[in-house]
């Protein structure tokens, strides 16, 4: 069982930037990879970013430049770095974690982030 808990969303500037925090908990050492989706309105779950075991990463086509995935493996954390936030960016944004050999996926509770003038 691995557990996930976020943190930093909240009310965000167009034309901001924010840092989410992703905390792992449990049983750490199986994961494979982390990321980030995030679902708006109305919308499917989408894929933002991925960080792997290794310290690859992957980011979605329509989000490249813009986000910025990164790890502490010393704080068990997981961020993700988002900048030039438009509207269109407000959404409840989750954490998974993916484990090792069964691939199977725990997500955290999620974060709203919403941006507004």
């Known amino acids: 069982q691995v557990q996930l808990v976020e943190s930093g969303g909240g009310l965000v500037q167009p034309g901001g930037s924010l840092r989410l925090s992703c905390v792992a908990s449990?049983?750490?050492?199986?994961?494979?990879?982390m990321a980030w989706y995030r679902q708006g309105p109305d919308k499917q779950r989408e894929l933002l970013a991925t960080i792997y075991v290794n310290g690859n990463t992957n980011y979605a086509d329509s989000m490249k430049g813009r986000l910025a995935i990164s790890r502490d493996t010393a704080k068990n954390t997981m961020y993700l770095q988002m900048t030039s936030m438009t509207p269109e960016d407000s959404a409840v944004y989750f954490c998974?974690?993916?484990?090792?050999?069964?691939?199977?996926?725990?997500w955290g509770q999620g974060t709203q982030v919403t941006v507004s003038s």
């Open positions: 449990g049983n750490i050492i199986s994961i494979g990879s």
């Open positions: 998974n974690a993916r484990v090792r050999p069964s691939g199977i996926a725990y």
